[in-house]
């Protein structure tokens, strides 16, 4: 649920037609979350097991398969700001955003022109364009962000990737403001739960515990970004749904709950949140740097490479959202 008290935001990390017309809007009546976040996956998975989208993908008969996604995305995005709308005329953030084409990933021009467009074809303010965290993204973010479009960057694995993020965003912000651009903001989306279901059976070989590396390369992260005190640029922290009974199921909300932060996650993690009496949670970051390092000191002393991890977990990340998007392509061609 929504903190004020700490300023911790709560997003919902789903989008589907039918749901957002039925139930989202009692989550946002109810205060839980304020915000909410799409990928291709998410996309992919609505738009090809949903029937809400038959009688618009019939109208659509002629058009290229990308062609008919945008149209699907953009109705669903527009539904979704426009109730989002009054949060954010409010400061209480009311964002909600749409991933450029993930074959895009490393094509800089190709990532802007896609970013504008879509922004202005949805046409609502409280839109954010979410850029991978590629090479070729760092230089997308600061000129969508200085042309008044706020910005996700998402797939953000890594301290370089974050501080990349973060030098494009800082960028983009003072930019706007020299070209009278209007509000923007900006989310560094550090994944969370992958690391541990990527990791955890080699630490407990290794009589390391489990669980822990995502929540500490996230509060390091989180830390860095705190530390440089931009107001309009927050750490978010995704990839937060747990898998199997090992963990609690809102384990990465309560491990990362902290001021100036935003949590998107499933319904269902958030479903089983307000089952555990949110009001209770409290504030897990930040965790001291010595603990962090201390922590990732072991880790390579026991042979784990960081650099590697980061980089396969990116690289699959990549891959994983090309695969949803062209599979979802492939059955609405």
């Keep these: 649920?929504?903190?004020?008290?700490?300023?911790?935001?709560?997003?919902?990390?789903?989008?589907?037609?039918?749901?957002?017309?039925?139930?989202?809007?009692?989550?946002?009546?109810?205060?839980?979350?304020?915000?909410?976040?799409?990928?291709?996956?998410?996309?992919?998975?609505?738009?090809?097991?949903?029937?809400?989208?038959?009688?618009?993908?019939?109208?659509?008969?002629g058009k290229s398969a990308k062609e008919k996604y945008e149209a699907l995305a953009i109705e669903d995005i527009r539904t979704a700001a426009q109730m989002l709308r009054p949060l954010y005329d409010k400061g209480n953030d009311g964002f909600i955003s749409i991933e450029v084409d993930p074959f895009l990933c490393n094509d800089t021009k190709g990532t802007i022109e896609e970013g504008k467009r879509l922004f202005k074809a949805i046409g609502e303010p409280n839109v954010m364009v979410k850029v991978p965290a590629t090479q070729a993204g760092y230089e997308a973010m600061t000129v969508l962000m200085e042309n008044g479009i706020s910005v996700n960057a998402t797939l953000v694995f890594s301290p370089k990737q974050a501080t990349q993020c973060f030098k494009a965003m800082t960028k983009g912000i003072e930019q706007g403001e020299k070209y009278g651009a209007c509000r923007v903001e900006a989310v560094i989306s550090v994944f969370v739960s992958r690391f541990d279901r990527a990791l955890d059976k080699e630490l407990e070989a290794c009589g390391i515990d489990p669980y822990k590396t995502g929540i500490y390369n996230a509060a390091k992260i989180y830390n860095m970004i705190e530390d440089n005190g931009i107001p309009n640029i927050r750490a978010l922290f995704a990839s937060t749904g747990v898998k199997g009974d090992a963990l609690p199921a809102n384990y990465y909300i309560e491990g990362l709950m902290a001021s100036h932060s935003v949590n998107t996650a499933p319904l269902s993690t958030i479903e089983a949140h307000l089952k555990k009496n949110p009001s209770e949670t409290k504030e897990a970051l930040p965790l001291d740097s010595k603990l962090i390092n201390g922590y990732f000191l072991n880790l390579e002393d026991n042979d784990f490479n960081m650099d590697k991890i980061y980089k396969t977990l990116l690289d699959d990340g990549l891959v994983a959202f090309e695969d949803s998007f062209q599979a979802m392509l492939d059955k609405i061609k």
Excluded: C, H
């Excluded at 017309?21 to 996309?43: D, R």
């Design 1 to 61: 649920m929504v903190n004020k008290d700490i300023n911790f935001s709560l997003w919902l990390d789903f989008i589907e037609r039918d749901y957002l017309k039925n139930e989202f809007g009692k989550l946002l009546e109810q205060g839980i979350v304020n915000g909410a976040t799409s990928n291709p996956a998410i996309f992919a998975t609505a738009i090809t097991t949903s029937s809400a989208y038959k009688e618009q993908l019939a109208s659509l008969e």
